[in-house]
């Protein structure tokens, strides 16, 4: 079955590390999104892209960078951890055109100290 | 710019009791509309949503909404609560037309508690 995998799905870390957060899935969708979750404030849109090459930012993406290199894998980096960036991260996936459902991962619990 | 309000980020029924959870947009244009549910340590799965034509949506799990235009509502409800439907729902749109992106903008969620 297809399916949408993050990993690792706990990581704990310091301000100031590099941070990478995989995303991995194999709906073969062209659109891939990340997200972060906090108490009080849903889910917000970090980046997006649109196919192999193609990145935009989100509402919330100061801090972080994404790159897309091929369909199935969108990775996102968190350059210089910071502790506002303690969050829970989830990645989704969508087939082109609007108003299509996204299939979510189980989400990274991430935790900068 | 969109913005997806629910209404009460805690409501608890009990067993056997109607659900409705709340749901307002703000768009000049009618967006498509989601309702996601989380349980617990789990990402979202999709519950339904409305994207045209009929404006009762049935869903997954005995959940339905109903698209109001006149009140730019996006409501859920379930006739009767069971235990199993303890969860975080989530109220989402998307844009339409020209240079629609897919992108989701979420309210803040509503955490449903289900009593014995």
């Known amino acids: 079955d297809a399916e949408i995998t993050q990993s690792p799905r706990h990581k704990i870390t310091e301000t100031g590390r590099q941070v990478t957060l995989a995303c991995h899935q194999t709906w073969n969708h062209n659109n891939m999104f990340w997200y972060r979750q906090d108490l009080g404030h849903g889910l917000r849109l970090i980046h997006y892209?649109?196919?192999?090459?193609?990145?935009n930012k989100g509402e919330v993406s100061d801090g972080y960078s994404v790159s897309r290199s091929n369909t199935e894998d969108l990775p996102l980096t968190l350059e210089s951890a910071a502790s506002s960036q303690t969050s829970v991260y989830f990645c989704?996936?969508?087939?082109?055109?609007?108003?299509?459902?996204?299939?979510f991962g189980p989400g990274t619990r991430l935790t900068v100290l | 710019a969109q913005s997806v309000t629910q209404l009460g980020s805690h409501v608890s029924v009990s067993e056997g009791a109607l659900v409705l959870l709340r749901c307002n947009y703000s768009?000049?244009?009618?967006?498509?509309l989601f309702w996601y549910v989380q349980y617990p340590n789990q990402g979202l799965q999709l519950l339904l949503k409305?994207?045209?034509?009929?404006?009762l949506v049935k869903g997954i799990n005995g959940f339905e909404a109903e698209f109001k235009k006149s009140e730019t509502s996006f409501h859920l409800t379930k006739p009767s609560a069971h235990m199993s439907d303890a969860a975080e729902y989530f109220c989402?749109?998307?844009?339409?037309?020209?240079?629609?992106?897919?992108?989701?903008?979420f309210g803040t969620g509503t955490l449903l508690a289900v009593q014995p």
């Open positions: 768009s000049s244009v009618p967006p498509y």
């Open positions: 989402a749109v998307s844009d339409r037309g020209g240079g629609a992106t897919n992108k989701l903008i």
């Open positions: 409305y994207t045209t034509g009929a404006t």
């Open positions: 989704a996936s969508s087939t082109s055109g609007s108003g299509n459902e996204q299939f």
């Open positions: 892209s649109y196919g192999v090459q193609d990145t």
